[in-house]
């Protein structure tokens, strides 16, 4: 089966940010026009992004179905991805990296969250993502949209394409979705863009920069 890869990132960045669980080729007129510069890595294994108006604060439901604020989450770094329960390789994949990446963190795991963001709040229910994203790791945040919450302007905010692909009915369809995650410090700011790809090693250093700062 074809991967369908779209890229939200520029190529400057040299990043492949939106990775689809199912795909198809677009023409470039065809691709997202949302799209960042290059900016200095500033020692990280991921994209220094600080420059760019990407991320704020945002609210969605946990899986205890209770209101959940992303500034809630301040001291912490938040290691925070946007993806779906269904997602047949990409969202758990990413996940299984998230969980190596707090095995190799150790005791400094402790000053990190895991926040995964459903961009399929159709299908994705506050039990079903908080129980998902538990199977990779106890402490893993899942969230999704409910009631007035918007997941639009959140999509916008983080510049999130998430679209339905090969849809056969109202419940039975796939989502091409943004791959890769954000890394955002203790303050709440988003630092680094890490690609879909890079390695729990990765993360992890990139984290222990956060930490430090």
Not at 2 to 18: D, E, G, H, V
Not at 76 to 93: A, E, M, N, R
Not at 100 to 107: E, F, P, R, S
Not at 167 to 188: C, P, R
């Amino acid at each position: 089966m074809n991967r369908k890869i779209i890229t939200l990132l520029s190529a400057a960045f040299a990043l492949t940010t939106l990775s689809a669980c199912q795909p198809q080729e677009k023409t470039e007129s065809e691709q997202p026009t949302t799209s960042l510069p290059a900016t200095s890595s500033a020692g990280f294994h991921g994209s220094d992004i600080r420059h760019e108006n990407i991320g704020g604060d945002f609210t969605m439901t946990d899986g205890n179905g209770k209101p959940f604020n992303i500034g809630n989450l301040k001291g912490k770094i938040v290691l925070l991805s946007f993806g779906y329960t269904h997602c047949p390789d990409i969202c758990p994949t990413e996940l299984l990296t998230y969980n190596d990446v707090i095995t190799q963190l150790g005791d400094q795991a402790k000053d990190v969250a895991v926040v995964f963001a459903s961009v399929d709040p159709d299908r994705d229910t506050p039990e079903l993502v908080g129980k998902y994203v538990q199977q990779f790791h106890p402490d893993f945040i899942g969230l999704t949209t409910t009631g007035n919450q918007d997941l639009s302007v959140i999509k916008k905010q983080y510049r999130i394409v998430a679209n339905k692909a090969q849809q056969q009915s109202d419940t039975v369809y796939l989502i091409d979705h943004t791959a890769g995650a954000y890394l955002l410090d203790k303050n709440g700011k988003v630092v680094v863009f890490e690609p879909y790809g890079n390695t729990a090693q990765q993360f992890a250093d990139d984290i222990r920069l956060l930490l430090k700062s």
